[in-house]
């Protein structure tokens, strides 16, 4: 049988990446799939550089076991079935109570306040000691897939995209640094020789997915998205609209992307582009936007074991019903109606 294959397009969202180890963990175990490219921002990122050094040492169990390891960093246990005992009192009560516990409030005060610069040398970020765990001759490595890192240029505004030996800890770092609770990652610009100040890389590709539309690669894309592109209730609540507003903000380049893809095939479908001028590109997405609603940005920046693991095992369900409802198309049409989503 002839496998298919596909790129990965990660979004970043925190700890709310676990959603998207969920959903590697399932497509991993379908050897129908070949994975040719993975871009990945934040959580993404950090997704992704697992799947590639794992798969390269151990194949897509190596892969797996990789994945495993990170998020158990990220939770600070060993074993996440250890959180179950939480699971009665429900996903969303659970992110509700976090959201408003003292510490998450004042955490939230102090960023208002308090630069991440002030701390002097104390300050330390956590995400370090797990990053430079990585094995970076195979994260930067010409084997498959192809991987590509997204951050934000605080100088120019501008999407950085690293990619084969500029990919190291301080990249992944870059990717995932908000700057409301980093400091900003300092890398130097081989061509320039200039040191260029980076910041999440959610505020200009979450994720990028231009780097997946070279020629050497297959027209179809399946977008992990984890910040929920829908919501029908209207915040009221200064939480809730801040909440809100993340959202937003972590898919607006996201959903420009998409725009331009759909403007791309409207030209070509018309005729008014000829086949070849431009990629046409398959886009597939699997989200639980239901199951995103239920959780705010605390919950994104607190790793608590119980929601890591129901996120976990959320992706695994969505990735399930991609493989049953729309692995078929992979290859031949795209399963998002982006006409439908822009007009």
Same mark, same amino acid.
């Given at each position: ?29 379908e %050897? $129908? #799939?070949?994975? !040719? *490219?993975?871009?990945? &921002?934040?959580?993404? @990122? ?5 799947? =590639?050094? /794992? ?26 079935r ?35 610069y ?51 800890? %301080? $990249? #992944?770092?870059? !990717? *995932?640094?908000?700057? &409301?609770?980093?400091? @900003?990652?300092e890398?130097?610009?081989? =061509?320039? /020789? ?31 998205n984890?910040?929920?592109l ?79 693991? $129901? #996120? ?21 049409r ?10």
């Open positions: 049988m002839k496998k298919k294959q596909i790129n990965l397009a990660l979004q970043g969202g925190g700890a709310h990446g676990a959603y998207t180890w969920g959903v590697l963990d399932r497509l991993l175990e %050897d $129908a #799939l070949e994975i !040719s *490219a993975i871009s990945g &921002t934040s959580a993404g @990122a950090l997704n992704g550089a697992a799947i =590639k050094s /794992g798969m390269i040492i151990g194949g897509r169990q190596g892969a797996r076991d990789n994945l495993d390891w990170l998020w158990e960093k990220v939770a600070g246990v060993r074993d996440l250890l959180s179950e005992w939480m699971a009665p009192f429900g996903i969303a009560a659970l992110s509700k109570a976090i959201e408003q516990s003292w510490p998450v409030a004042v955490g939230n005060a102090m960023t208002r306040i308090v630069s991440p002030d701390y002097g040398p104390v300050y330390k970020n956590p995400l370090r000691e797990i990053v430079e765990k990585f094995n970076y001759d195979l994260v930067c490595g010409q084997q498959a897939p192809h991987f590509f890192v997204s951050a934000t240029n605080v100088r120019n505004g501008k999407i950085k995209v690293f990619q084969g030996e500029e990919i190291g800890p %301080d $990249a #992944l770092l870059a !990717s *995932a640094c908000l700057p &409301t609770l980093f400091q @900003a990652v890398i130097e610009d081989p =061509k320039t /020789g200039r040191v260029e100040a980076y910041w999440d890389g959610g505020y200009t590709g979450n994720p990028a997915l231009f780097p997946l539309f070279a020629p050497d690669l297959p027209a179809d894309i399946v977008i992990i984890i910040n929920p829908v919501r029908d209730k209207l915040p009221n609540s200064s939480t809730e609209i801040q909440n809100r507003i993340n959202e937003i903000s972590f898919n607006s380049s996201l959903l420009r992307e998409l725009r331009a893809i759909e403007f791309v095939q409207r030209l070509l479908d018309a005729g008014r582009l000829n086949e070849g001028q431009m990629n046409r590109v398959r886009v597939h997405m699997i989200a639980d936007d239901d199951m995103m609603s239920k959780l705010s940005t605390a919950t994104k920046t607190v790793p608590n074991p119980a929601v890591i693991s $129901a #996120l976990k095992q959320a992706g695994r369900v969505a990735a399930e019903q991609f493989l049953r409802d729309d692995i078929d198309h992979v290859g031949k795209s399963t998002v109606d982006l006409e439908k989503m822009f007009n």
